[in-house]
């Protein structure tokens, strides 16, 4: 994968129903230095990525054939892609669902395209940029009476696993290796990506909203990560510890 200004252009491919919309995203992209794919429906979308996988996909939520949200999962799922979600939708619903299907930014109709630009150069930048724990990824977290993995994105308690969406697991990373510490909104989205800040905020939240439902699912507990009012949020897992082999056992960074 490839960052702006280099030799390779990152491949982009659009997926909407629109031909017009797809012809202007691929004029504008193209002169932003992107190689542009398109396809009308999830079903020309999955041959497309096939044949010549992408770095990045843009989604939209309404497609003939296939929800836009369910084609998001399959593009993760499979192709191990990022996604950005396009929708006319405006509802909190609507950005958590696609949040939830594993999208790793929601743009909503109308919108400008040096706005679309900038977010797709955020979201590769973010996969291509070392982040402050990126060091411990292999090990495993001790949270509460289960175990984090950052590297398979995954908390286990006995027999039961439950998956975190790439974007979840970096946060609960950062939050547990900074383990009763306060991290403000800002320091999250610094360590973690760039988002306009119009909606950022609100993204965090919703992450972090659905970290507590997962977590509280599996382990039927949800206090572990603690919103500071005015401030932000602190993990306390009582307590987290991190280990890269059963007798390799330290401190988490404090």
């Not at 005015?230 to 890269?244: D, E, H, N, S």
């Amino acid at each position: 994968m490839q960052a702006q200004g280099s030799a390779i252009a990152s491949k982009v491919l659009c997926v909407d129903d629109d031909s017009y919309l797809t012809d202007l995203l691929r004029y504008a992209l193209t002169r932003e230095g992107f190689a542009v794919q398109a396809a009308s429906n999830g079903a020309e979308a999955i041959r497309a990525a096939q044949i010549d996988p992408p770095d990045i996909a843009v989604v939209d939520v309404n497609l003939p054939d296939i929800n836009g949200f369910e084609l998001c999962a399959q593009l993760r799922s499979t192709f191990r892609i990022p996604v950005l979600m396009l929708s006319a939708r405006q509802a909190e619903e609507d950005v958590i669902t696609g949040l939830v299907s594993g999208a790793d930014d929601y743009v909503a109709k109308p919108f400008s395209m040096r706005v679309l630009v900038y977010r797709l150069h955020a979201v590769l930048r973010r996969l291509q940029t070392p982040q402050l724990a990126t060091v411990a990824t292999k090990r495993t977290y001790r949270i509460g009476a289960g175990s984090f993995s950052p590297e398979y994105n995954q908390i286990t308690l006995g027999a039961r696993t439950i998956k975190l969406t790439p974007t979840e697991s970096k946060i609960l990373h950062l939050l547990v290796t900074h383990e009763w510490q306060v991290l403000s909104v800002d320091q999250i989205m610094d360590q973690l990506w760039s988002y306009d800040s119009d909606t950022s905020g609100s993204v965090i939240k919703t992450h972090v909203s659905n970290l507590r439902t997962k977590i509280s699912d599996l382990m039927g507990n949800d206090q572990m990560i603690f919103t500071v009012p005015g401030i932000g949020y602190t993990f306390r897992g009582g307590p987290a510890v991190l280990r890269a082999e059963p007798t390799d056992v330290v401190e988490a960074i404090g």
